[in-house]
């Protein structure tokens, strides 16, 4: 089993940044796909970035060029880092991991952080 326990999260002016920290344990998650969800009240999860274990990244439109990912090995743990910032990307974040080459669809990913809210003010 692995453990994925996500920080950083907080309260935010839009346009500002914020750094999310996915640690994991249990497992080694550089043989995982490593992604970030994200979910508002009433919506489903949405895919946010993800890098695989080839080191392959994807990023969703609505975030690109503003967020990027990154992965330390030795910290076993991935990261989010969100810059400029807009009211719309409040939500809960998650992290995530699959076994498999997959990116997009939240039924494909074996375990799940609890998550970290992320709010961003106008």
């Known amino acids: 089993q692995m453990q994925l326990v996500e920080s950083g999260g907080g309260v935010v002016q839009a346009g500002g940044s914020l750094r999310l920290s996915c640690v994991a344990s249990g497992r080694t998650l550089s043989h995982y796909t490593a992604s970030w969800f994200r979910q508002v009240p009433g919506k489903d999860r949405e895919f946010v970035a993800g890098i695989a274990h080839n080191d392959g990244i994807r990023i969703v439109d609505s975030v690109k060029g503003r967020f990027t990912i990154s992965r330390d090995n030795a910290k076993n743990a991935v990261y989010l880092q969100m810059n400029n910032l807009k009211p719309e990307d409040t939500a809960v974040y998650y992290c995530?991991?699959?076994?498999?080459?997959?990116?997009?669809?939240?039924?494909?990913?074996?375990?799940w952080g609890q998550g970290t809210q992320v709010t961003v003010s106008s």
């Open positions: 995530a991991a699959s076994g498999s080459t997959t990116y997009y669809y939240s039924y494909e990913y074996d375990y």
